[in-house]
């Protein structure tokens, strides 16, 4: 094969990659085809069966030894915060909530569901602690 055709292969696997949602897998083939489109131009990549075999070792290779620790580069280092983490923090009643019965509190300025897990009941605007996550209820205490 020509050492254009190869090359003009690479560029347009590069920028389907580019086009596609993060995988990673069609930057490897791409930069395989313009390796061998490379060597094609110096007339070292051989006959065509030579240019597919390395084309796909390289390829190939390239993936498998590269692609994970470039996902783990590209990946954000700030942990995904769960819900589990507003336990301890303080929440803000929205209405009165008997012992035991759910009610409404604001917390970082979402209303949620909120039960009051405590002995005593809460009245409205009253400062209270999350001590447990279910689902999506908060349970509070005064």
């Avoid at 240019?51 to 996902?71: D, G, N, Y």
């Avoid at 005593?120 to 209820?137: A, K, N, W």
Wanted: some cysteine.
């Amino acid at each position: 094969m020509a050492w254009w055709i190869w090359m003009l292969l690479g560029f347009v696997l590069l920028l389907t990659e580019l086009m596609t949602p993060g995988g990673l897998y069609l930057l490897f083939f791409g930069a395989g085809a313009i390796l061998v489109g490379l060597l094609g131009s110096l007339e070292l990549s051989g006959p065509p069966w030579a240019q597919w075999l390395l084309f796909s070792i390289v390829s190939v290779a390239t993936l498998v030894i590269l692609r994970r620790p470039l996902l783990r580069k590209l990946r954000p280092r700030h942990p995904v915060q769960t819900v589990d983490s507003l336990v301890g923090e303080a929440a803000l009643t929205l209405e009165d909530i008997a012992v035991g019965g759910i009610g409404k509190a604001e917390l970082r300025g979402s209303s949620w569901s909120a039960r009051n897990v405590g002995t005593t009941p809460l009245i409205r605007g009253q400062r209270c602690l999350v001590e447990s996550i279910d689902e999506l209820t908060l349970g509070i205490r005064s």
